[in-house]
Protein backbone atom coordinates (compact mmCIF):
# COMPACT_ATOMS: atom_id res chain seq x y z
CA UNK A 1 0.00 0.00 0.00
CA UNK A 2 0.81 3.69 -0.40
CA UNK A 3 2.28 5.53 2.51
CA UNK A 4 0.53 8.33 3.36
CA UNK A 5 1.78 11.52 3.89
CA UNK A 6 1.17 14.42 5.82
CA UNK A 7 3.32 17.10 4.77
CA UNK A 8 5.44 18.15 2.34
CA UNK A 9 7.96 15.50 1.56
CA UNK A 10 11.14 18.02 0.99
CA UNK A 11 11.63 21.74 1.77
CA UNK A 12 13.41 23.25 -0.09
CA UNK A 13 15.05 27.17 0.55
CA UNK A 14 12.64 29.85 1.65
CA UNK A 15 11.59 31.80 -1.48
CA UNK A 16 13.09 35.24 -2.63
CA UNK A 17 10.24 37.51 -3.17
CA UNK A 18 11.99 40.43 -4.03
CA UNK A 19 14.00 38.65 -6.51
CA UNK A 20 10.86 36.77 -7.94
CA UNK A 21 8.88 39.97 -8.22
CA UNK A 22 11.72 41.94 -9.83
CA UNK A 23 11.80 39.04 -12.35
CA UNK A 24 7.78 38.69 -12.81
CA UNK A 25 8.07 42.59 -13.55
CA UNK A 26 11.21 42.25 -15.95
CA UNK A 27 9.24 39.57 -17.78
CA UNK A 28 6.17 41.44 -18.16
CA UNK A 29 8.08 44.78 -19.52
CA UNK A 30 9.38 42.58 -21.97
CA UNK A 31 6.13 41.41 -23.13
CA UNK A 32 4.70 44.41 -22.69
CA UNK A 33 7.24 46.40 -25.18
CA UNK A 34 7.55 43.30 -27.17
CA UNK A 35 4.36 43.21 -28.17
CA UNK A 36 4.11 47.18 -28.93
CA UNK A 37 7.14 46.54 -31.04
CA UNK A 38 5.74 43.14 -32.94
CA UNK A 39 2.58 45.24 -33.71
CA UNK A 40 4.68 48.60 -35.04
CA UNK A 41 6.52 46.54 -37.23
CA UNK A 42 3.60 44.73 -38.81
CA UNK A 43 2.07 48.42 -39.28
CA UNK A 44 5.45 49.48 -40.97
CA UNK A 45 5.21 46.86 -43.10
CA UNK A 46 1.60 47.25 -44.04
CA UNK A 47 2.26 50.31 -44.96
CA UNK A 48 5.04 49.41 -47.25
CA UNK A 49 3.55 46.77 -49.13
CA UNK A 50 -0.43 48.30 -49.72
CA UNK A 51 0.84 51.70 -50.11
CA UNK A 52 2.23 53.27 -52.49
CA UNK A 53 5.23 54.66 -49.37
CA UNK A 54 8.67 53.21 -50.10
CA UNK A 55 10.91 51.74 -47.84
CA UNK A 56 12.32 54.78 -46.10
CA UNK A 57 8.52 56.00 -45.65
CA UNK A 58 7.95 52.26 -43.59
CA UNK A 59 10.90 52.50 -41.59
CA UNK A 60 10.19 56.42 -40.70
CA UNK A 61 6.57 55.10 -39.66
CA UNK A 62 7.55 52.21 -37.58
CA UNK A 63 10.37 54.87 -35.32
CA UNK A 64 7.67 56.92 -34.98
CA UNK A 65 4.93 54.68 -34.41
CA UNK A 66 7.18 52.49 -31.67
CA UNK A 67 8.30 55.70 -30.13
CA UNK A 68 5.10 56.98 -29.66
CA UNK A 69 3.57 53.51 -28.43
CA UNK A 70 6.13 53.25 -26.02
CA UNK A 71 5.86 56.90 -24.61
CA UNK A 72 1.84 56.13 -24.36
CA UNK A 73 2.39 52.71 -22.82
CA UNK A 74 4.49 54.27 -19.70
Known amino acids: ?3 QMNGPVETGAAMDY ?3 DKTYNLF ?3 AKY ?3 HIVTLLIAMAIYFFTGAGAITSILAF ?3 SV ?3 LLAR
Open 1 to 3: MAE
Open 18 to 20: AEH
Open 28 to 30: LAG
Open 34 to 36: GTI
Open 63 to 65: IVL
Open 68 to 70: GAV
